[in-house]
């Protein structure tokens, strides 16, 4: 059996105004996805379990069929970025952030409002590294965009809390906008020293942040300052995947992704993601969409005779969601139709092949952040065909999924 498995992140939404009350992918004119959708049938799923909203890395691993909760993203960051870590190491991933005052903890964006180029970031993350002394080896290494790593070298606890309060134990949490500071879940020395480094690092590297020229010049031009570094999903160890059936070949462009498809035991198809140069991050997001669906199309026609199955994992779709942005998703919905669904068709039928689209979450523009929503899941072709299309609306006309059950039904099964 061959395959193809499609995740456009948090793609999935909720109705909005702008749209006259549709949804982004009800708006998106995509005349191949629904070719796919009315061969096939639509269900809904919930990525993790209902009523909670999962941040990415909980729910691709969940949809890839793995338990997300021994699957800390921290270490999977480090790995997907190219870090080695030997026992006992402590990864965490991490985002640039702007603080009013570490004090008064009002954090005022938490992507230093996306305008961080990739040089600004190489030059804080060396700052960072040569200003911060803790009595312990680390290196913080920052990786795309406002996106970071970071790594205690050691024997250290990851039985911590996150210091970053949109996110706790692999959920999404909103209405939360206060610095928060690591804290142990145990009574245990090293969990205790293992909170208390976080918080020093952080500490230690926003006064470094804040008084830095790059922060000072960005702040005269009305830019968000990259003061201040949010800390979360500690890990110690990569997670030991069983490996999916058959043989997998994964795009991947980010370190997240990346990391997964490795733990996963997929061979990596990869491709230099272009630099943030300007304040404009969608022109950014654009230019990376735009060389993620060509080189998703290259993998695929350059290798389908070695491989049973394909992971795609477009990350731009989940961006205008956090930024209430439903036109561009609307926009990048409809590049990945034409770019990418437009020229599949040869394959599937070439090999005989499945294809199953979702989304690992649902990122609301009304919420700007993750919500507990089910997301669509195409799988075509089906015998049970109805003409749907592939968006939330005609997904709830379906069956439910479970996340982790996912693959094994609509992939694997007959």
């Known amino acids: 059996m061959k395959g193809v498995f499609v995740i456009m992140d948090g793609v999935a939404d909720e109705p909005c105004s702008a749209l006259d009350g549709k949804t982004p992918l009800e708006a998106a004119n995509t005349p191949n996805l ?40 921290g270490p999977l960051e480090a790995s997907g970025f190219g870090l080695k870590l030997t026992k006992g190491d402590l990864a965490l991933r991490c985002n640039f952030a702007t603080v009013d005052d570490i004090n008064d903890g009002n954090i005022m964006d ?18 960072v590294n040569e200003g911060v002394k803790l009595p312990f080896k680390f290196e913080f290494h ?36 206060k610095v928060v500071f690591s804290k142990p879940l145990d009574d245990e020395e090293d969990s205790m020293l293992s909170a208390e480094l976080v918080n020093n690092f952080i500490r230690q ?98 290798n389908y005779r070695k491989y049973d ?19 561009d998703k609307v926009k990048m919905i409809e590049m990945i139709d034409k770019g990418f669904f437009g020229y599949l068709k040869w394959y599937l039928e070439k090999s005989n092949a499945k294809l199953v689209v979702t989304a690992d979450h649902t990122t609301s523009c009304r919420m700007k952040g993750h919500s507990d929503k089910p997301v669509p899941v195409l799988t075509y072709p089906s015998e049970k065909a109805k003409g749907d299309r592939f968006t939330e609306r005609d997904g709830m006309n379906g069956r439910k999924i479970m996340g982790r059950k996912l693959l094994q039904e609509n992939m694997f099964g007959k």
């Not at 199955?309 to 439903?326: A, L, Q, R, S």
């Open 34 to 73: 629904d070719y796919f959708s009315g061969k096939g049938k639509i269900d809904y799923c919930y990525t993790v379990k209902e009523g909670i909203a999962p941040e990415s890395s909980s729910a691709v691993v969940s949809l890839l069929g793995y338990d997300y909760r021994i699957s800390p993203r």
């Open 110 to 127: 938490r992507r230093a409002g996306r305008t961080l180029t990739t040089n600004e970031a190489m030059e804080l993350a060396r700052a």
């Open 142 to 177: 920052a990786t795309s965009g406002h996106r970071g790593v970071l790594v205690f070298r050691g024997g250290f606890s990851d039985n911590i809390t996150n210091a970053d309060p949109f996110y706790s134990n692999g959920m999404a949490v909103s209405g939360k906008s």
């Open 205 to 302: 590297s926003h006064e470094i942040l804040d008084k830095h020229p790059i922060n000072v010049a960005r702040v005269r031009k009305g830019l968000f300052s990259a003061n201040f570094i949010l800390c979360r999903d500690a890990g110690n160890s990569l997670p030991n995947f069983k490996k999916l059936k058959g043989k997998w070949m994964a795009l991947g462009y980010m370190p997240l992704e990346k990391g997964i498809a490795k733990a996963a035991k997929m061979d990596l198809y990869s491709f230099k993601y272009p630099k943030m140069r300007g304040i404009d991050s969608y022109a950014h997001l654009y230019s990376g969409l735009y060389r993620s669906i060509k080189y998703a199309l290259r993998m695929i026609k350059r």
């Open 309 to 327: 199955y394909f992971y795609v994992h477009f990350k731009e779709t989940d961006i205008p969601g956090h930024d209430n942005k439903p036109l």
